[in-house]
């Protein structure tokens, strides 16, 4: 599964918590200053951005740090505090880096490229997307005041929106207060950090020295603009406290909202708005390419022409306004958008699968599907994939684990055949899901795979990318290494006196204000 468990993890249910009281100790905190409490998911593990892959620290420090890319509202990638894009050479080894002029750090001094370099160091070193990076690095130095350059061992061209993926982020921080583990929290963003009271709130303080960018607002690019004065954090762990907070007022938004609370939060209307933000993620099922049943290319398109994904996701989800049968990995209007192979999407058909997989030479082996009810969603899909194979002669068995042991039995190929899981959806293909990288469980490695990956890879030119990932798309297709079960939503909610707010996969307050 992805990094970004604590985002999706109440997607059907809530976990066990007290409630937090949120009222006047809160509100006496800014007496004649405007503050959101923002009602989030748990307390945060940490507040160092760079050392986590949890996308709850990303949705509160991206406000205190910035990075040198980011994307706008199409997915595109854009410079935030780069002047523009990187200058990259002809073999797509060396990227030169210009820096914006006059960015102030929190500490009022300007941002230069050693600020830069040391930070990028830092995040290769603590990082798990870092270290990946760092693999590809053969140099990294300041070669001016503003200007920095990247040298990689060879062409990668997933080194930009790996410096721009908000989790985890490659974030940039005032080089005298790098350490490990961090003491101050120094960045260029348009709030910085004020105070941490742990199981409480942390509480970010507009920077009145911050440096915006000129472009319109696009996504998580361009002018950024702290309007009200406080940003206050405050960890609710119960799911249902935060409906009932967002209900009674108490929250300004209210983050990850169970499903079932959607009709509630409707017929509030006028005290709270239902918040929907699609394609934040999407349900796959891992094949295990190495041993089992499933190691036959031939078997797994069989599978792959049993299993309806439409159906699963109905049986997840529920409300057809949360979930998106669509098997293009990448939605409309995305750079990386293709119907390559799509064809063979949520065929459902038994009659057709049985015989294929005559033909494959299966013959009546166990298909042991392994999945977790600490993700209902997860579970639910995998009952019906049990009865569609089934209905095609497949031997198909469920068990069910807790997802800590499904973690742990994932890794033995003697194990399991098909296992279900879940990720975010990143605007980049090698963010996710692992089974495109090297060694993650499933097994997949093909001549094909390794082709077709190389080329997408090593194309330096964006605009050229999305063509070469529909031919990764087709071999997904071909090989069935996995299957991409479509696309699911999140709910949340927010109070009708913030205004500006767009739902986003980590949400942002920057450009938000509050009805007077």
Request: some cysteine; charged content about 20%; overall charge positive.
């Amino acid at each position: 599964m992805s990094h970004a468990d604590d985002r999706r993890r109440v997607l059907k249910g809530a976990a066990g918590a007290t409630a937090v009281a949120v009222g006047a100790p809160l509100a006496a905190l800014a007496q004649g200053k405007s503050a959101l409490n923002l009602a989030m998911v748990a307390e945060p593990p940490t507040l160092d951005v760079q050392s986590t892959p949890a996308d709850l620290v990303c949705i509160i420090m991206q406000h205190v740090y910035e990075t040198l890319y980011t994307f706008d509202a199409k997915a595109n990638l854009v410079p935030m505090l780069a002047e523009a894009l990187p200058k990259v050479s002809a073999d797509g080894k060396l990227y030169s880096i210009a820096l914006r002029k006059g960015v102030k750090l929190h500490n009022g001094r300007e941002l230069d490229a050693e600020d830069v370099v040391g930070s990028l160091k830092r995040w290769m070193e603590v990082s798990p997307r870092g270290k990946s990076v760092s693999a590809q690095v053969a140099g990294l130095a300041a070669k001016g005041p503003l200007a920095v350059e990247i040298a990689l061992k060879n062409a990668y061209a997933p080194l930009i929106a790996q410096l721009a993926m908000p989790s985890g982020m490659a974030a940039i921080m005032a080089r005298e207060t790098l350490a490990q583990p961090l003491k101050e929290f120094v960045g260029t963003g348009p709030y910085q950090f004020k105070e941490r009271r742990p199981d409480q709130y942390v509480l970010l303080a507009r920077f009145d020295g911050y440096a915006a960018r000129k472009e319109p607002a696009s996504g998580y690019g361009g002018k950024r603009e702290a309007v009200v004065d406080e940003l206050r954090f405050v960890p609710v762990p119960n799911a249902n406290t935060r409906v009932e907070g967002a209900l009674a007022g108490q929250f300004h938004y209210a983050d990850l909202l169970p499903i079932e609370a959607l009709a509630r939060l409707e017929k509030a209307s006028g005290k709270v708005v239902p918040l929907l933000t699609p394609s934040f993620g999407f349900p796959y099922l891992v094949f295990n390419t190495k041993e089992g049943s499933m190691s036959r290319q031939a078997v797994r398109k069989a599978a792959q022409t049993a299993i309806g994904p439409g159906e699963m996701l109905a049986a997840g989800f529920g409300d057809t306004r949360f979930f998106i049968p669509e098997g293009n990995h990448f939605p409309k209007g995305t750079p990386f958008y293709s119907d390559a192979g799509t064809a063979a999407y949520n065929e459902r058909d038994a009659r057709k699968a049985k015989a294929q997989a005559a033909e494959a030479g299966y013959k009546d082996e166990p298909v042991r599907i392994l999945t977790s009810r600490q993700y209902d969603f997860h579970y639910n899909m995998a009952l019906i994939m049990a009865e569609q194979l089934k209905r095609a002669g497949f031997k198909a068995e469920l068990n069910v684990v807790e997802w800590a042991t499904l973690l742990q039995r994932r890794a033995d190929p003697k194990l399991w055949d098909i296992y279900i899981t879940h990720s975010g959806l990143f605007p980049e293909p090698m963010l996710s899901p692992p089974q495109l990288g090297d060694g993650a469980p499933g097994w997949w490695s093909s001549p094909a795979k390794t082709q077709a990956l190389a080329a997408l890879n090593q194309e330096p030119n964006p605009a050229k990318r999305g063509a070469l990932w529909g031919k990764v798309q087709q071999v997904v297709y071909d090989e069935v290494p996995y299957v991409h079960v479509g696309k699911f939503a999140s709910l949340s909610a927010r109070s009708p006196a913030l205004e500006g707010y767009a739902p986003h996969t980590y949400p942002f307050f920057w450009n938000t204000s509050l009805k007077r």
